[in-house]
Each structure stands twice: as structure tokens, then as C-alpha cells.
């Protein structure tokens, strides 16, 4: 208690009584405000632990290595013409390369036409300068179905477009394209958006047999062979999705023209995602998806995307819940983050959980860009939202808010359930705005769940129509932070 009633009184001495008020009863913004971390952290106790957890993290993290042996897929039939089909010459030198216990993959420069790749342990696909993988819009090429997952739900489906399950060691690097090709002429149609090619009458993702059919398999648990789709379910494919995989590498290639997610670690660990460039403006074309993964690190990227930037998902309602596989140890770091629905996002698939997710030294800006941290959860996701950790953010403009927290998210049909969701411990520390858009902060949590450990330090909010809009959030604590000018006390 003595150390606690010291800490109060410095405190107090700082942002003095007036904050005092706002903030609510002090004692309890202090206790409030510890920071929680896993068990394998537990032994670090000084006041900047969530950033060295960080530190932890990233230094645990070492880039997978490989055989100094090298297969060129034009040495087993692959044609640079952009028209022939080369899945067969990626197949065979990837199992070359996996029988002489592996090695690097090489696409030379050139247009090269294929369906899905299937990577397997020990292989880094590598992309030289001048090289595009221009992937099928053909359906049928998808085949055969592979053990995938579609908006938090696992199924039978169309291959992703590269692919590995269950594999350990495996990267795609180097400086080529990879083309997805994906338009209002295929793929985005199924969304049922207006904008993506769909016109009333046209078969789409939403149709009764298909997401709607899928989702109630995951709520009600069926098993995995009863989950089949692929043709006429209208479910497009992801573009990259390492599933149940371990030491994963995807650096410095450019991606565009994605059908649906774009990068998706799913059940996955220690996962690096480098200099790589995203620009696909489609439906549902977040850029980075990690998914029940644990450990990974995304740095010094580009997104420029038709939805979140980055995503980070549990899994949806009792789906997510029976898989229980937390998201966890997830760091952004050097990223530039231009058109998204959200720079760095949480949901809404979230309901086995999310903790420890740092964001380090980013930049946001977009008139399109429409927020910059978001949190989006509702009462049938559930789970918990424990630990998301904000520095040294550079924002032109967004769109609609700098930091949202929205526990009531709703998207295409009723999402009231009985599974409430905790959000808390969220941290924003020198933060420097812009134009936050419509508010600086939104956040609207439950009467019997409110958002818990809000703390916003060394903001700094230029503009906003409106500054603060909240709801049901206990234990908000602003330092030295500043909105349309004003110190956050003085703002009515």
C-alpha cells in the first residue's frame, strides 16, 4: 500500500485534480491499469514491459534457412509465354527440390501461368526480378479440395492459390509479382457486392447454401467431411495460407489482385512477413490474416487493400470457441498502411482470443484509410481481447476514427448472442494525427462488460469533428494528450 499511495500522490502531482475528475476515482484507474502478460512472460515486471515482451518476441523470431541447392521450374517444362499452364513444372520441381531434402525453387523473370502451388517442408519458393506468377481464374483448377478455412470457419474448399499444410521450414521470397488476377470479371463477383460485378440474379457467397449453410456447421460443430463446397458454393480461395505450418517466411514480393484474404497464417507459428507490398482492392481483401497463429512478426510492408490492412482473427462464434487456439505474440512493425476498412484491426473472428498485439513505428494515411487501430467484436463472437500496445504512429488522415472499439459490430445478419466480450488493456502512446476524421476516439462497450484499461499518452489529435465518444469504458487514462488542441480535461 505504500508504494501504491506514492504512486498516487506523483500521479496526481502531474495531471493534477482537474484530470483527476474526468479520469474517474484514481485508486482505481491505478489498479486497473496493470499490465497483464502470458505465463512465459510473467517474470517481466518493469513499467515498460508490454515493449519488452516485444522486444522478446521479435529477437525469438530468426528467418528459416535452407540447402544451398537450386531448382529452376523452367528445367521441368514451365513456358514464360503468360498462357501456358504450369502447375505440372511447379509440382514436379517442388518435389524434386523436397525428395534432395530441400532447397530454393526459382521462377526467372518471365510471365508464368499456373494453377494453385502446394508448398511443402524445406522449400523457399523464390520469385527472381522480372518474374510474375499469373494464377488461373478457372474454378476447376482449384481442385482437389484442400482443409482450408473461410471467415473463421474451417470447410472443404478451393485450394488457396499457394498453399502448405502441416509443413515446417518453407518460404516464397525475392522480388517478383505474384498475380492473382482476380476482378469484377471472376472471383469478386460471389461477394454479392454491386461494385465488384454482381447484378441481381447472379449466384453469390451469400445464397442459402453456401456462408450461410457453412456457418451453421461451424456453430454447430459438424465434422470436417461434411463441410465440402468448392463449385457452386460461391467461397473464393486465399491467396497465401501456410495452415498448421511452422517457421514461415514471405519476403519481398508484391502482391496483386487477391480473390479474397490475402496472406492467412492459420494454426500456425513463428511467422515473418517482410518487405512485402500488397495492393489488391478487392472484396474482403485484407491484407494479412493471422488466425489462431502465435509469434509472428510483420515488418516493413505496404498495404494498400479493399478491407483491413491487417486483420487479426480466432476464430467465429462456436467454431472459434471449441478450437479455443488463441492469437498471440503478433508484431507490426515498420509498416505503411495507405487504403483499408483499418490500419491494424482485431476481428471480427476473434472468438477463441487475441493478446499481446504490438504496433511499432507505422505510418497511415488515406482519404479512404478509414481508421487506424480497430477492435470489432459483438455478443456471438465472445472472446477476449487482452493486450494491444500502439507507439510511434504517424497518421495523415483516416476516414472515420484514430482508435474505434466497437463491441456491438454487426454484418450480414442478426449478431446478438449470449457469449458477452471483454476488451482491455489497450495502449496508444506517442501517436501523432493529422486528421483523425469523424472522432478521435469511438468506443462503445457493454454495461455488464465495459471496455476496461484505455490509456492514450503523448497524443496528439489535430483534428476531429468530434473528440470523444464513448460508452460503458471503465479505467480511461489520458496523458498529455490533445485533441482539436485542446488537453483532453478541458474538452466538454
Known sequence: MKNIKKAVRVFNKQIGLKRLVYL????????????????????????????????????????PTFQDISYNIVDFGAIADGVTNNSDAFSK???????????????????????PIHLKS?????????????????????????????????????????????????????????NGQASNENWWPWSMGNKYGWKEGMPSQR????????MKFGENGSPLN??????????????????????????????????FWVIHPIKSKNVI????????????????????SKN?????????????????????????????????NIVVQNCKMIDGHGGVVIGSEMSAGVSNVFVDNCTMDSPNLDRAIRIKTNSRRGGTVDGVYVRNIEVGQVKEAVLKINMFYGIYSNQTGTFIPEVRNILLENINVKNGGEFG????????????????????????????????????????????????????
Open 226 to 259: 461434411k463441410r465440402v463446397f468448392g463449385d457452386n458454393h460461391y467461397l473464393r480461395p486465399t491467396f497465401i495460407e501456410p495452415f498448421n505450418c511452422s517457421n514461415v517466411l514471405i519476403k519481398g514480393v508484391k502482391i496483386i489482385n487477391a480473390p
Open 296 to 328: 509472428i512478426l510483420i515488418k516493413n510492408c505496404t498495404f494498400n487493400t479493399g478491407d483491413d490492412c491487417i486483420a487479426i482473427k480466432a476464430g467465429r462464434d462456436g467454431e472459434g470457441r471449441r478450437v479455443a487456439i488463441k492469437s498471440e
Open 93 to 115: 520441381a517442388i518435389e524434386k527440390c523436397y525428395e534432395m531434402g530441400g532447397g530454393k525453387v526459382i521462377v526467372p523473370s518471365g510471365k508464368f501461368y499456373t494453377g
Open 24 to 63: 474517474m476515482a484514481l485508486p482505481v484507474v491505478f489498479i486497473a491499469c496493470k499490465i497483464e502478460v502470458s505465463e512465459e512472460v510473467a517474470n517481466v515486471t518493469d513499467k515498460n514491459s508490454p515493449w519488452q515482451l516485444m522486444r522478446q518476441i521479435v529477437d525469438n523470431l530468426k528467418e
Open 207 to 214: 445464397d442459402s447454401l453456401n456462408l450461410p449453410r457453412l
Open 122 to 178: 524445406n522449400i523457399n519458393l523464390f520469385l527472381e526480378k522480372g518474374s510474375v506468377i499469373v494464377f488461373s481464374t478457372n474454378p476447376s483448377d482449384y481442385y482437389p479440395l484442400v482443409h482450408t478455412s473461410y471467415e473463421g470457419m474451417e470447410l472443404m474448399n478451393y485450394s488457396p492459390l499457394i498453399y502448405a499444410y502441416q509443413a515446417n521450414n518453407i518460404a516464397v521470397t525475392g522480388d517478383g509479382v505474384l
Open 273 to 292: 512477413v517482410d518487405g512485402v507490398t500488397i495492393d489488391s482492392h478487392g472484396p474482403n481483401n485484407d491484407g494479412c490474416n493471422p488466425e489462431y
Open 441 to 492: 476516439i469511438l468506443a462503445r462497450g457493454y454495461v455488464e462488460s465495459p471496455i476496461q484499461n484505455v490509456t492514450l499518452k503523448n497524443v496528439v489529435i489535430a483534428k476531429a469533428k468530434k473528440e470523444i465518444s464513448i460508452e460503458n469504458v471503465a479505467n480511461i487514462k489520458l496523458v498529455n494528450t490533445k485533441i482539436n488542441g485542446l488537453p483532453v480535461e478541458e474538452i466538454k
